[in-house]
Structure formats: C-alpha cells, structure tokens
C-alpha cells in the first residue's frame, strides 16, 4: 500500500470521527473572524483563520461549514 493510500485512509477516520469538533472550529473561526471590526483585520488574521481549513482532512473541507468560512475570507473588503 503506498504512503498515499494510508494517508487517505487516516484523513478518512479522523473526519468520520471528528466531524463535529472541525464543523465548531469553523464556527468559532468565522464568529471570531467577524468579531473584529474589519478595518482592524490583519492578514496574520486571514492566514490563520484559513489555516483552520487547512489542517482539516480533504473530506472534511467539503463539508457546510468549512465551505461558508472559506466564502467568508474570500469575499473583498467592505462585503462582510
């Protein structure tokens, strides 16, 4: 089996078990995101929320949640 394979089958079980838990790490990082007032958002802010869906096993970003907070960043300034 090659590396790939296996790493695949662990993202598999990782999002199987812990959907919920990275569904309310994209919550509290979109809450969080738009609780600062725009003007102050810094781009260490938009890298480390994006990091939030980056971490996350690819079949978990498919998920509603990480997909409404990677809208969220991608929307221009002054659109929130």
Known sequence: MTLRLVEDC???NIADGWSDEFG???ELASSTY??????L???ILDVRTMEV???MP???RETRTARQL???L?????RI
Not at 34 to 39: Q, S
Not at 74 to 78: F, I, Q, S, V, Y
Request: hydrophobic share 40%; with cysteine; glycine share 6%.
């Open 10 to 12: 662990v993202s598999e």
């Open 24 to 26: 309310e790490a994209c």
């Open 34 to 39: 738009l609780a600062v007032p725009e003007e």
């Open 41 to 43: 958002r810094t781009e």
């Open 53 to 55: 869906i980056r971490i």
């Open 58 to 60: 690819v079949r978990v």
């Open 70 to 72: 990677g809208e969220l």
């Open 74 to 78: 991608a929307l221009p300034t002054g």
